[in-house]
C-alpha cells in the first residue's frame, strides 16, 4: 500500500478499537481492510477491482451491524462510485455513512465524508457547493489530522478551480 493508505488505516483502527475495545476486531477489519483497498485499486485505476472490495467491505458492515464501519468505510464507498460514474449511488452511499459518523460524534470521520461529499459535488460540476465542504474538512484536518487528508483535500480544492468558469 502506499503511505497515505497505511496513515488512514492506522487512523480508522485507532478509532475502531476506541469505540469497541470488547469486540474482536476482527469484525471491524473485515469491513476497514476491503475499504482500504478499495482506495488502493481506485488509485491505481482499478475501478472493477475497487467495486468488489467496496461491496465486500459494505457486506462486512452489514454483517456486523456496525455503525462505526458504516462511517469509516462511507468515503471509500462514496470515492468508488464516483470512479464508477454511479453519482446517485455515491449520494446514497454519502447519506448514510455521513449519518453514522453524526451520530457517533466522530470529527475526522465526518470530516472525511465531507471531502467525499465535495468530490462528489465536484464530479457534479458544483464548484461552490465543493468548496464549503472541503474548507469544513480542512478545517478539521488542520486540527485534529491526520496530516496526509490534509494534503489530500488541499489537492481536491486546486482541482475544483478547474471547474471555475472563466468569468463568473
Ligand atoms: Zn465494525
Known amino acids: 500500500m502506499r503511505q497515505p493508505d497505511l496513515a488512514l488505516a492506522a487512523t480508522t483502527l485507532g478509532e475502531a478499537r476506541a469505540v469497541a475495545p470488547g469486540s474482536g476486531d476482527e469484525l471491524h477489519l473485515a469491513a476497514l481492510i476491503p475499504a482500504e483497498l478499495a482506495r488502493v485499486a481506485i488509485a491505481r485505476g482499478a475501478i472493477e477491482e475497487a467495486r468488489r472490495h467496496a461491496s465486500a467491505a459494505s457486506a462486512a458492515q452489514r454483517a456486523h451491524r456496525c455503525r462505526r464501519c458504516a462511517a469509516e468505510i462511507g468515503p471509500a464507498l462514496v470515492e468508488t462510485a464516483i470512479a464508477a460514474d454511479d453519482l446517485e449511488g455515491a449520494d446514497a ?6 449519518e453514522s459518523a453524526y451520530r457517533l460524534n466522530l470529527p475526522i470521520a ?14 457534479r460540476g458544483d464548484a461552490v457547493g465543493a468548496l464549503v465542504d472541503l474548507e469544513a474538512a480542512l478545517d478539521t484536518f488542520d486540527r485534529l489530522g491526520p496530516r496526509h487528508l490534509v494534503a489530500e483535500t488541499r489537492a481536491a480544492m486546486v482541482g475544483l478551480e478547474r471547474l471555475e468558469p472563466e468569468s463568473a
Open 93 to 98: 452511499a454519502r447519506a448514510a455513512a455521513l
Open 110 to 123: 465526518i470530516a472525511s465524508m465531507r471531502l467525499a461529499g465535495g468530490r462528489l459535488l465536484a464530479a
